[in-house]
């Protein structure tokens, strides 16, 4: 005689093992899927670095943004955050940019170290150059928040690159001594 109470028992449990299966398969797609989605995200950021017009504005940022903050009617036109002409300002190109990949890695959108391996002397170079900018309309806009996303993206560079640096012992080229961020020229 068949006792059903054991068959139904073996049903339940292979029940709950093809669902248990099936979960792991479906958390194994939803990882693909989310790496796929990164590395879209992450090769749109490299080429977003790469195109010409970007190349220029940091040009700008690197070479004349300097002398051109000691310049008041320039300064005047950066503190007025609203009525900036973007074709008169290349850096707010950089700034936005940084604005925006720091918020999709700080979201998890991208990943971060992928971004700092790629770009790690843009994102340190462009924020500091930049910081007296985004310092001025912090002040103008009494907003702290103002520029958040690149100001994360540049700590969180500067961290990695810092931390990376150590556990490779890397050394800097010139002096053979242990290399760290606050060397790059």
Do not use: C
């Not at 340190?124 to 690149?150: C, D």
Request: overall charge positive.
């Amino acid at each position: 005689m068949i006792d059903w109470s054991a068959v139904a028992a073996i049903g339940s449990i292979l029940s709950a093992a093809v669902i248990a299966v099936s979960a792991i398969l479906a958390l194994r797609q939803v990882r693909q899927l989310q790496r796929a989605t990164q590395l879209d995200g992450t090769m749109r950021v490299f080429a977003q670095f790469s195109d010409p017009e970007f190349i220029a504005a940091r040009k700008f940022v690197f070479h004349e943004l300097p002398n051109k903050l000691k310049d008041p009617a320039f300064v005047a036109e950066v503190k007025n955050y609203t009525h900036v002409d973007l074709a008169d300002h290349p850096e707010y190109r950089v700034l936005l940019f940084l604005q925006i990949v720091g918020s999709l890695v700080n979201d998890g959108l991208v990943s971060g170290p992928n971004v700092y391996r790629f770009a790690q002397y843009s994102i340190i170079k462009s924020w500091e150059i930049l910081e007296p900018v985004v310092r001025m309309q912090r002040i103008a806009t009494g907003n702290p928040y103002m520029w958040g996303g690149a100001d994360f993206l540049y700590e969180n560079a500067k961290r990695w690159l810092a931390q990376d640096a150590a556990r490779r012992n890397v050394v800097n080229p010139a002096t053979g001594a242990p290399w760290s961020p606050d060397q790059l020229r």
